[in-house]
């Protein structure tokens, strides 16, 4: 069974620093993909970036880049040049993608507080 | 594309009553899930579909039902509202792909009391 395990409940960042959202995970298919999305207050949730296990490189996207450490099965998800606009939470998820599109899996979310 | 639509965006409940959260997307995704969230937690999975006419369990099942006549629609039933499925429900959409996110809807709040 897969499981994500996201250890930080809240955490606060100064506008323009970069901050680091950890995320460990385990599942025992050789395939799988990682996601991290975000809620901010209104409630809808925002797809980030997607990272695949047999991806070489770690994805980036404008400013969230993610640390993918395969052997140490974590996907922190960085966030560089903090904006006041980034405070939300932040859900780590997978899915194990040997077949098909199997439902996502959820952690239960970091909350970012990005102060002026 | 309105993308994925959920109705209502909010519902107050007594418990004991019954009803059903519409949930309907125009992208043509075969597949579409229905999650729950609850304060202060992550979405857990009530029931999804790969298909019209298929559908399966999640991790929290019990107290819900669901149908997918169309590829568009997937209505999620609650029977006998009990406090416990005070929660926000989302309904969500993709296409078959590794790289393919599944697409949310705005929600809906339900509150059983």
């Known amino acids: 069974a897969q499981k994500i395990t996201q250890t930080q409940p809240g955490m606060f960042v100064q506008e323009k620093e970069a901050v680091t959202l950890d995320c460990t995970y385990d599942?025992?298919?050789?395939?799988?993909?990682l996601f991290w999305y975000k809620q901010p207050s209104s409630g809808e949730m925002i797809f980030l970036i997607y990272?695949?296990?047999?991806?070489?490189q770690n994805a980036t996207e404008g400013r969230y880049s993610l640390n993918f450490q395969k052997a140490r099965k974590s996907a922190n998800l960085v966030i560089s040049a903090s904006q006041l606009g980034d405070s939300a939470m932040y859900f780590c998820?997978?899915?194990?993608?040997?077949?098909?599109?199997?439902?996502?899996?959820f952690g239960k979310g970091t909350r970012l507080s990005v102060i002026a | 594309n309105a993308g994925v639509t959920q109705t209502p965006k909010f519902r107050i409940l007594k418990i004991g009553q019954s009803m059903t959260l519409q949930c309907t997307q125009d992208?043509?995704?075969?597949?579409m899930y229905w999650y729950r969230q609850d304060p202060g937690m992550g979405l857990k999975l009530i029931y999804y579909?790969?298909?019209?006419?298929?559908?399966d369990k999640g991790e929290v099942p019990n107290g819900y039902n669901v149908s997918r006549s169309t590829t568009e629609d997937f209505p999620l039933r609650l029977e006998l509202a009990a406090p416990s499925q005070t929660s926000v429900y989302f309904c969500?959409?993709?296409?078959?792909?590794?790289?393919?996110?599944?697409?949310f809807g705005p929600g809906t709040r339900l509150l059983v009391l």
């Open positions: 969500a959409s993709s296409i078959l792909g590794s790289r393919e996110t599944q697409y």
């Open positions: 599942t025992s298919d050789p395939s799988y993909g």
């Open positions: 990272q695949g296990s047999y991806d070489q």
């Open positions: 992208m043509n995704h075969n597949y």
């Open positions: 579909s790969v298909g019209a006419g298929i559908t």
């Open positions: 998820a997978m899915r194990e993608e040997y077949s098909g599109n199997t439902p996502l899996v």
